[in-house]
């Protein structure tokens, strides 16, 4: 079974300041990892996936996400966030050995608020 | 620019009535899902599809059915809604052969009173 894991509901940041978005994953293989964002009364839109290789993913918009296996992390991040930045944040995990057909599963979500 | 359109954005039906959402993708994507999506739970599965008149239950199937009958298009049915069905309802559409990645439509926002 494959599982997701964000711990905070809520993520407050100034604007101008790093964020940071936590995920955890659990899967008995290797995994596949995303990240998506999602506007208020929107669908999700893709931001990055971790396929294989660098343990740096860069996405959309000036993100980047930190693959970190021994912790079974995939942690969001922005150097520098921006009021736009504020929405609902998902990640998600497919293990490798399953066929895509049986979908990713998602965590809980993340409500990021940037304050001007 | 490629697509997942969900045909009504926002309903609002009463008690017993019965429900159809569709969701249609321009992709070519052989498997389709329909999502609900409520605060803090994050996204459930209710069915998905690989293939035509093909489909498999998820995660909360029950209340739901759904059809597929062009590559293209994915409906999903409330027989008879009920308030517990009020929620965000996501169409998604992917390739069985990639990473998993999905496409999402914009969102059926259902409100049953």
């Known amino acids: ?116 | 620019d490629v697509k997942v359109t969900q045909s009504s954005r926002y309903l609002v039906k009463r008690t017993g009535e019965k429900v159809f959402l569709e969701c249609v993708q321009d992709m070519d994507h052989e498997n389709m899902f329909w999502y609900r999506q409520d605060p803090g739970l994050g996204l459930r599965l209710i069915y998905f599809s690989y293939d035509v008149k093909m489909k498999e239950k998820g995660d909360i199937p029950e209340g739901y059915s759904v059809s597929r009958e062009k590559k293209e298009r994915f409906s999903l049915i409330l027989e008879s809604a009920s308030t517990n069905q009020t929620s965000m309802y996501l169409c998604a559409s992917n390739k069985p052969d990639g990473t998993g990645e999905l496409f999402f439509g914009e969102g059926s926002r259902l409100t049953v009173l």
């Open chain 1, 1 to 116: 079974a494959q599982s997701v894991a964000q711990p905070e509901d809520q993520v407050n940041v100034a604007e101008g300041n790093p964020l940071t978005v936590k995920c955890t994953y659990s899967v008995s293989g290797n995994p596949y990892l995303f990240w998506y964002v999602q506007y208020p009364n929107r669908g999700l839109q893709f931001l990055l996936k971790y396929i294989t290789g660098d343990n740096l993913v860069k996405g959309s918009y000036g993100f980047e996400a930190e693959f970190n296996k021994s912790q079974t992390s995939f942690h969001l991040k922005k150097p520098s966030a921006l009021v736009s930045d504020s929405a609902l944040y998902f990640c998600a995990v497919r293990d490798r050995g399953q066929g895509s057909a049986r979908q990713l599963t998602f965590g809980s979500g993340t409500q990021l608020t940037v304050l001007p």
